[in-house]
Structures are given as structure tokens and as C-alpha cells.
């Protein structure tokens, strides 16, 4: 079984930057889309930005100026660089690896997280 191992959250100033790494232990099976989920204290998890096989990417309306995913949406390491962060992006980071099966649904793999902290 795949693990999501993510790196690269902290606390940092409002206005600052980070990078998050995703990385998986094991063999990666095939995956169609790799992305960046988060949740806030008391709120759902929601999608941040993803990227699949064919390299296309999607952000969520809250970041899409900010943040950037690179790598290979087929497979790790993922990245995801935050610019200009705000307090409101503090939350839990996942990285997620997502397998669609059409009609039938997907299944995810999912990381531990990585806590990103926007404070002064």
C-alpha cells in the first residue's frame, strides 16, 4: 500500500511563502490526478489545487493567484508553492492521489498532513 508523505509546513508571517513536497514510500500505482486538499479548524476538508496525468491544473478561487502545483500528476513528488499567504490559508495540508474508475467512482490515497500556520 502507497503512503502520502508530506513536508514543508511551519508557521510563517502573513505575506510569506512556503513550499509543500509530497512524496509517496512504496510503488505508486496508476493514479490519474495528484492534489492538495486542506482543513481549517471546524471547517470540511476542501480542494486546493490539483493536477492530472496530462498536466492540467485547478485551483480553487481562493488561491488560484497565490499558489502554484508542479510536478507530475501521474505520480510524487508534488509541490505546491504558496505566495502571499494569509491568515485564513492556516489549516491542515493533505496531499491526495486520486484513481478514477468512470461510472463507478475513484478511490483516494491520502497523506498524514502538514500543518501551515499564517500568523504574525
Known amino acids: 500500500q502507497v503512503q502520502l508523505v508530506e513536508s514543508g509546513g511551519g508557521l510563517v508571517q502573513p505575506g510569506g511563502s512556503l513550499r509543500l513536497t509530497c512524496k509517496a514510500s512504496?510503488?505508486?500505482?496508476?493514479?490519474?490526478?495528484m492534489g492538495w486538499y486542506r482543513q481549517a479548524p471546524g471547517k470540511q476538508r476542501e480542494m486546493v489545487a490539483t493536477?492530472?496525468?496530462?498536466?492540467?491544473?485547478n485551483y480553487a478561487d481562493s488561491v488560484e493567484d497565490r499558489f502554484a502545483i508542479s510536478g507530475d500528476g501521474a505520480e510524487t513528488p508534488v509541490y505546491l508553492q504558496m505566495y502571499n499567504l494569509k491568515p485564513e490559508d492556516t489549516a491542515v495540508y493533505y496531499c491526495?492521489?486520486?484513481?478514477?474508475?468512470?461510472?463507478?467512482?475513484?478511490?483516494?490515497?491520502w497523506g498524514q498532513g502538514t500543518q501551515v500556520t499564517v500568523s504574525s
Open positions: 491526495n492521489a486520486r484513481k478514477w474508475f468512470g461510472s463507478l467512482g475513484e478511490y483516494d490515497y
Open positions: 512504496g510503488k505508486m500505482p496508476y493514479i490519474d490526478v
Open positions: 493536477i492530472t496525468r496530462r498536466g492540467d491544473t
